[in-house]
């Protein structure tokens, strides 16, 4: 991140464990080795971008706020998330992990950045991509997100 702007958009992947609700399962956009979730003190992450009651429908959006703590070229702002939750039936999978034991999978795709202004047009490209993921009913290829999803800074 350069001087005197704000962040490059990062993708997170949040799912919802059986036995320990929702998670932060993959990041894509950051340096390797990092966790913006543990630097930013963003523990409910997670819960903002897999809202209670997600399982009412086949998708759902959510739209939030976390703090983004400032460093040695940046104060402390903060940045503006979406989210894109999708489930399905579990029977459904391609090579069911085992640790899915629920009748159903939920999933969230959040895309998080410095300005909420293009939301209107990220909530549109979110809900292609997550529902093509999705449609792969195989969770390995993430990839296809990264590729997707990153937008330009």
Known sequence: MAAGRGITPIVTVVGFHHARGPEIESWFG???GSDP???NEWSLLPFMALSDGAHATTEDF???TLRHEAT???PTTSVFGISC???MDAN???NR???VTRSTVQKAVVVIADSPQFFGA???KLSMVTKAWFAQKYWTPVFMLEMELMVES
Request: aromatic content about 8%.
């Open 97 to 99: 992990p085992a640790d």
């Open 85 to 87: 939750t999708r489930q």
């Open 92 to 94: 459904a999978l391609i």
């Open 72 to 74: 040695s070229v940046r």
């Open 30 to 32: 950051i340096e390797d």
């Open 62 to 64: 959510s739209y939030f």
């Open 122 to 124: 990220l909530r549109e």
């Open 37 to 39: 979730a543990m630097e």
